[in-house]
């Protein structure tokens, strides 16, 4: 497997179509069964399994080219570990985390501030969480140049630490001319040009959605 192979994972929220365009598929709790049940490859299956029945398990156990089971009561959501898991195997990949939205609003929002787990930090910039109308990823402190991806739409900025944003390009710029605190910089738009963004500590997290149709 090369070194910048990219990877799907499935948690356990809402359903999510997933393009058949990744190198391996991780199936999280209930999303290894969903991946089984719509004929996709089962590389990796890894939770506790909590929410599957006994012959779902075995069914899982037996299709999955790696089983890794925890203990129900843990310190990490499933999904905090199958990401662990995935850059420990795999340092240099890319991740698309799939079903991380809906569901119970803590496991959503524990999958949104992902970057906040210390064994995770290094690898944000690795991470991107998304369905049908949003799409979220992750920038560092320092400055980065972003472009629209395939659910370009209403663009926000969340920033987690008190880190001071500038945002230039963008059809509302926060510079140090017009600058406000605010938890999150919604309703921004892409206008045919790439977005700087520049951080002096913390994390942006950089929202993209579309509205339902």
């Known amino acids: 497997m090369h070194s910048m192979t990219n990877i799907a994972v499935l948690a356990g929220g809402a359903p999510s179509f997933i393009p058949k365009v990744y190198d391996y598929y991780v199936g999280v709790d209930r999303g290894a069964l969903r991946l089984l049940e719509e004929d996709y490859p089962l590389h990796l299956a890894i939770g506790d399994f909590d929410s599957v029945s006994q012959t779902e398990l075995e069914t899982i156990k037996t299709k999955a080219q790696f089983f890794v089971q925890?203990?129900?009561e843990k310190d990490d959501t499933?999904?905090?570990?199958?990401?662990?898991?995935?850059?420990?195997?795999?340092?240099k990949a890319q991740v698309t985390v799939y079903g991380a939205f809906g569901g119970r609003i803590d496991h959503f929002l524990s999958n949104v501030f992902l970057p906040s787990l210390p064994d995770l930090t290094a690898y944000m910039q690795q991470i991107r969480l998304c369905d049908a109308y949003n799409n979220i990823r992750?920038?560092?402190?320092?400055?980065?140049?972003?472009?629209?991806?395939?659910?370009?739409?209403?663009l926000a900025f969340l920033v987690e630490g008190d880190g001071i944003l500038n945002i230039r390009g963008a059809k509302y710029e926060l510079t140090e001319d017009n600058y406000f605190i605010q938890k999150v910089y919604t309703s921004n738009e892409f206008i045919n040009q790439p977005v700087t963004l520049t951080l002096d500590k913390g994390y942006v997290i950089v929202i993209e959605s579309r509205d339902w149709r």
């Open 138 to 154: 992750y920038c560092p402190a320092g400055t980065h140049t972003i472009v629209p991806t395939e659910n370009e739409g209403s």
């Open 78 to 91: 499933d999904t905090e570990l199958a990401l662990k898991e995935v850059f420990s195997r795999y340092p």
């Open 70 to 72: 925890a203990l129900a």
